[in-house]
């Protein structure tokens, strides 16, 4: 697949269409984001009748993603990821693994990790 660079700009990893777009745009997209913004902060899109969501830091980095999830003093998702309008005790209710924190988190992976091994699937 020949990979063309991107205007690290006009990349919107919000914007749903980015995700329907051909998959050699998605790769090169994320090409440019590993080389020239590897740890980039974007805006949530907006929804229509809820408040504007914080945003979100995208790491495209292997590297990056690998020293996160290994420090979760400094960095979280335990505080939600999906639906900004959820109080806490909401949160703890409906989120799912991806929102949690060691060392629940770590227990529930334990767990659930068990069927996804390649003799599994």
């Known amino acids: ?21 051909p998959r050699e745009h998605r790769e090169s997209t994320f090409w440019t984001l590993r080389r020239e913004a590897p740890i980039k902060f974007f ?3 907006p929804l ?6 914080p945003g979100y830091y995208a790491l495209t980095k292997h590297e990056d ?13 335990g505080q939600g990821s ?16 991806i929102n949690m924190d060691d060392p ?9 990790s068990k069927g996804f091994t390649p003799k599994e699937i």
């Open 1 to 21: 697949m020949q990979l063309t660079p991107v205007n690290v700009d006009s990349i919107d990893l919000s914007d749903p269409e980015f995700w329907v777009a």
């Open 104 to 112: 629940k988190h770590f227990r529930l992976r334990s767990i659930v």
């Open 48 to 53: 229509v009748n809820f408040p504007p969501g």
């Open 65 to 77: 993603i690998w020293a996160v999830s290994r420090n979760p003093e400094l960095w979280c998702s």
């Open 82 to 97: 999906n639906i900004t309008t959820l109080t806490p005790e909401l949160n703890e209710f409906f989120g799912s693994m």
């Open 43 to 45: 805006k949530e899109m």
